[in-house]
């Protein structure tokens, strides 16, 4: 892993996601999550052990841009589990085509966005505003752009390979 690279790739995410992606914004409140594109592509194509580093980085950058509800932490704890989970899953299940990656997008994005509300309720006792556009909008479009986004950004990564073969399809060495 290009350590370096993942840095300057979720700042740059980060920034982006807490004002110009307003720009391509359908409503005020429907726009991509550039972070959650990027914890579903290192999740999908990294090792385990960077999986989870990059899940729990990409949270705790996600916190940072959004603050929901004044609280840090949610979306640390949503981000790195489901980030944990997926790169797990991923060593059975391999996602290759574009279809299955937009399922996956939203599909993350929908269990990201849920336990952070949930989180955020147990803590602030106010309930997040715009639940649906959380909970199915922004999944919905962050999981259309995500995969568009996938060639560049394993381009930057130098990550150009189709993700990590499952773990039955693995020969060992010496055989």
Request: net charge positive; proline share 5%; aromatic share 10%.
């Amino acid at each position: 892993m290009h350590w370096f690279r993942f840095a300057a790739l979720i700042l740059v995410a980060a920034i982006l996601q807490t004002g110009p992606v307003s720009l391509v914004a359908l409503r005020s409140d429907i726009r991509p999550d550039l972070l959650l594109i990027l914890l579903v592509f290192f999740a999908l194509r990294s090792s385990s052990t960077d999986a989870i580093i990059t899940s729990f980085a990409i949270g705790f950058l996600a916190d940072l841009s959004s603050l929901t509800a004044g609280l840090m932490g949610p979306r640390i704890i949503s981000f790195g589990l489901f980030g944990t989970l997926l790169s797990d899953l991923n060593s059975t299940i391999c996602v290759r085509r574009v279809l299955y990656q937009a399922l996956t997008i939203f599909l993350m994005g929908f269990l990201t966005a849920g336990l952070t509300c949930l989180l955020v309720l147990l803590r602030a006792k106010t309930a997040p505003a715009n639940l649906v556009t959380g909970l199915f909008w922004q999944p919905l479009y962050s999981a259309l752009l995500g995969p568009l986004l996938f060639v560049p950004v394993g381009w930057w990564m130098r990550m150009r390979g189709r993700g990590r073969r499952p773990s039955w399809r693995r020969v060992p060495l010496g055989r």
